[in-house]
C-alpha cells in the first residue's frame, strides 16, 4: 500500500468549507477511482495535511483532478505498517 501525501495553507475561517469540500467532494471522487483504498485528513490552524492511500505504487503516482491545483505537489510514501 501506498499513501500519496499532500499539504496546503489554510485559514481557521476556511477549514469547515475545506472539510464540507472533503466530504462532499473528494472522497466521492476518489472512490471512484481505481485502487483507491483510504483517505486520512489531519488539520491545524494553518495547514492541511491529506493521505491518500492506494493500492499500487503505480495507484499512488496517478495524477488527480480531484486533488486541486492549490495543494503542494505530492509525494509518494509506502505505507508499511497500518493497525
Known amino acids: 500500500m501506498y499513501a ?3 499539504s496546503r495553507r489554510a485559514r481557521r475561517h476556511e477549514l469547515e468549507e475545506l472539510g464540507r469540500d472533503f466530504r462532499c467532494a473528494l472522497v466521492p471522487a476518489l472512490r471512484r ?3 483507491f483504498s483510504g483517505v486520512l485528513c489531519l488539520v491545524d490552524d494553518s495547514t492541511v495535511l491529506t493521505f ?3 493500492e499500487t505504487e503505480e495507484d499512488a503516482l496517478r495524477p488527480r ?3 486541486g491545483a ?3 505537489p505530492p509525494e509518494v510514501w509506502e505505507v508499511c505498517g497500518r493497525g
Open 65 to 67: 483532478a480531484a486533488e
Open 52 to 54: 491518500i492511500f492506494w
Open 4 to 6: 500519496r501525501v499532500t
Open 70 to 72: 492549490d495543494a503542494s
Open 33 to 35: 477511482e481505481q485502487g
